[in-house]
């Protein structure tokens, strides 16, 4: 699923595509890695990317995406990835397929889980996958969107204005606190890549259809989707409920700076009570 989405993790532990120029080659024989595993991690919580992710694949479900088709055969789906992956000059060894159900029965993520399967004896340095940089959503190119621009510098405007808070506004210190893990150079990069998924996702005719129809469509069991009665009672007295939490606040504030600030992205999120 990270194949190509640019999102890199704040640890190095979830494994996300390097940006540097040049191609980022898949090295491994890959039976395992699913969705459900990468995402469920507890080194996830950490990374405010993979929680937007979330987010926005949430958004998504309550209808803000594109609008609604016939379900695809996920086999269909992968040979249309395949495709897309070859006409941006990338390649996907003949010894490996995209699967559904990676991990087979018997297993804690059998039926949400995808992944690479060997299909023949695979070679001590082969290389299985090849992704060249068109094949990669990173900030350079997100950014020519107008909306996605703006989001940009909006959060731009507010960590300047936050850098002058007088030590007497307690309300603007407040709300800097808040979201100053939002403000920082890598979180206004995944926000903004954030922001040009959700409005690709609207975009029925999109060139990057055959990515964004594979990416997961629901985190329900993901703890920042969780109630927070239901947090509560599951990771009491622990770091995690902290980090989920301040997450959501920072999230929040995020949402409701953007929403106050610009019209169109209003307009792609509409509201925010479907992420609580």
């Known amino acids: 699923s990270h194949v190509g989405s640019g999102c890199g993790p ?3 532990s979830i494994g996300a595509p390097d940006l540097r120029a040049g191609e980022a080659l ?3 024989a890959m039976g395992r890695g699913p969705v459900g595993n990468a995402m469920m991690g507890t080194a996830a919580f950490g990374s405010v990317c993979v929680l937007l992710q979330a987010w926005v694949m949430r958004r998504l479900q309550e209808g803000g995406g594109a609008p609604s088709a016939p379900a695809v055969p996920f086999a269909q789906q992968a040979d249309r990835l395949r495709g897309w992956l070859a006409e941006r000059g990338g390649t996907l060894s003949a010894k490996v397929d995209v699967a559904e159900r990676a991990l087979g029965a018997g297993t804690a993520s059998a ?3 995808r992944g690479f399967v060997a299909t023949s004896d695979i070679g001590d340095g082969e290389v299985l996958l090849s992704v060249p940089v068109p094949a990669v959503a990173h900030n350079a190119m997100a950014e020519t969107v107008p909306v996605v621009a703006d989001v940009r510098r909006a959060l731009l405007a507010k960590r300047e204005s936050c850098m002058e808070c007088s030590v007497r506004d307690l309300t603007c210190l407040s709300e800097c606190r808040v979201l100053a893990s939002e403000t920082t150079e ?4 995944q926000i903004t890549l954030a922001t040009w998924l959700l409005h690709e ?3 029925a005719s999109s060139s ?3 990515w964004l129809d594979v990416l997961p469509s629901s985190f329900d069991g993901f703890p920042i989707s969780l109630p927070e009665p239901t947090l509560r009672t599951a990771f009491d007295g622990t770091e995690l409920l902290k980090d989920v939490l301040d ?3 920072a999230w ?3 949402h409701v700076l953007l929403r106050g600030a610009l019209e169109q992205y209003r307009r792609l999120a509409a509201d925010y009570g479907a992420f609580r």
Not at 186 to 189: D, F, Q, T, Y
């Open 201 to 203: 996702r609207r975009n």
């Open 247 to 249: 997450v959501r606040a």
């Open 186 to 189: 890598e979180a206004i990069g």
């Open 208 to 210: 990057w259809r055959p």
């Open 10 to 12: 704040r640890r190095p």
């Open 26 to 28: 898949g090295r491994a």
């Open 111 to 113: 039926g949400g889980d």
């Open 252 to 254: 929040n504030a995020t």
